[in-house]
């Protein structure tokens, strides 16, 4: 099950674009693990490669 008050929470100063990346994300790693089902772990995980990526970008404009 996936706990979106959870998400909510790990995204809330993400834009649109970025909710979309995470996603996406999390679809692909569930492509990935040959899964039908997105679970909330790959969520998480998304979450973390965009949140990794908007730092890179954060850093690269400083």
Do not use: P, W
């Amino acid at each position: 099950d996936v706990n979106f008050d959870e998400l909510a929470r790990c995204t809330d100063d993400f834009n649109g674009a970025q909710l979309k990346a995470v996603c996406v994300e999390a679809g692909m790693l569930a492509l990935r693990r040959e899964a039908s089902i997105i679970k909330h772990e790959d969520f998480m995980e998304g979450i973390g490669v965009v949140s990794a990526k908007k730092k890179a970008t954060l850093q690269y404009y400083a």
